[in-house]
C-alpha cells in the first residue's frame, strides 16, 4: 500500500518550458487535490477533483491545467512555466464519500524555474 | 471563501511543557477542522481532527478544541518532546468550499531538551 505518490521529487525547469508533475494513488479515493507551498503563505489549492472525469479549480489555477481519467492518477501540467511557479507542489487524496474526512499527502515536487 | 488564520507564526516552548496554537475560521458552515504536522522535507500528515458536533478531541498528549460560536479552534500538545518540532498546519473544509481544506499559514514549533 504505497498510499500517494509523486514524481519527480526534484525538477529544474526554464522559463518556458512545459512539463507535468505525477500523481498516484492506490487508496481508490475519489478527492484528489494540488496544493502549492511557498514560505510565508502556507498551502494554497491549484486544483482539485471529485472524480473521475471532474475538476475544478481552487485558489490559485492560473498556469495549470488538470485531467481525471482514472481514479488513482491526477496529473498536473504546467503549460508555460514561469519563475513565480518556483515552489513545492503537494498532491492529496481523501476518501470524500458525503462528507470530509482527512488527506494523505504526498511527498511532494520541489520545482524551481529558472 | 474561507480564510482560516492561526498564531503564532513561530513558538518555542521548553521540552515538557505545552504548547497552544490557535486559528480562527470565517465560513460558518464549515463542518470538519484537521490539524496537520509536517517536518523538514515531508509531505503534510494528518494528526487529529474534530468535527463541528464535537467540542473536544484527545489522542494521548494532543487535543483539539473548538469553539463553533467563536469560530476558533484550538490544537494543544502536553508534556512536549524534541520529536514534536515541526511544522504544524490546521485547516477547514465543508463550507462553502465543500471538500476543499483552506490552510492556515502554520506554526513552527521548536521544543528545546
Known amino acids: 500500500n504505497a498510499g500517494v505518490t509523486q514524481t519527480p521529487k526534484f525538477q529544474v525547469l526554464k522559463t518556458g518550458q512545459s512539463m507535468t508533475l505525477q500523481c498516484a494513488q492506490d487508496m481508490n479515493h475519489e478527492y484528489m487535490s494540488w496544493y502549492r507551498q511557498d514560505p510565508g503563505m502556507g498551502l494554497r489549492l491549484i486544483h482539485y477533483?471529485?472524480?473521475?472525469?471532474?475538476?475544478d479549480q481552487g485558489e490559485v489555477p492560473n498556469g495549470y491545467n488538470v485531467s481525471r481519467s482514472t481514479t488513482e492518477d491526477f496529473p498536473l501540467r504546467l503549460l508555460s512555466a514561469a519563475p513565480s511557479q518556483t515552489s513545492v507542489y503537494f498532491c492529496?487524496?481523501?476518501?470524500?464519500?458525503?462528507?470530509?474526512?482527512?488527506?494523505?499527502f504526498g511527498s511532494g515536487t520541489r520545482l524551481t524555474v529558472v | 471563501g474561507e480564510n482560516v488564520e492561526q498564531h503564532p507564526s513561530t513558538l518555542s516552548v521548553q521540552e515538557g511543557d505545552s504548547a497552544v496554537i490557535k486559528c480562527t475560521y470565517s465560513?460558518?458552515?464549515?463542518?470538519?477542522f484537521p490539524w496537520y504536522k509536517q517536518e523538514l522535507g515531508k509531505g503534510p500528515q494528518l494528526i487529529i481532527d474534530?468535527?463541528?458536533?464535537?467540542g473536544e478531541k484527545k489522542d494521548q498528549r494532543i487535543a483539539v478544541t473548538l469553539n463553533k460560536t467563536a469560530k476558533h479552534f484550538s490544537l494543544h500538545i502536553t508534556e512536549t518532546q524534541p520529536e514534536d518540532s515541526a511544522v504544524y498546519f490546521c485547516a477547514a473544509s465543508g463550507g462553502n468550499s465543500g471538500y476543499a481544506l483552506n490552510f492556515g499559514k502554520g506554526t513552527s514549533l521548536l521544543v528545546t531538551p
Open positions: 477533483s471529485v472524480g473521475a472525469g471532474i475538476t
Open positions: 492529496a487524496s481523501s476518501y470524500s464519500g458525503h462528507g470530509n474526512y482527512g488527506y494523505t
Open positions: 474534530i468535527r463541528s458536533n464535537v
Open positions: 465560513d460558518s458552515a464549515s463542518n470538519y
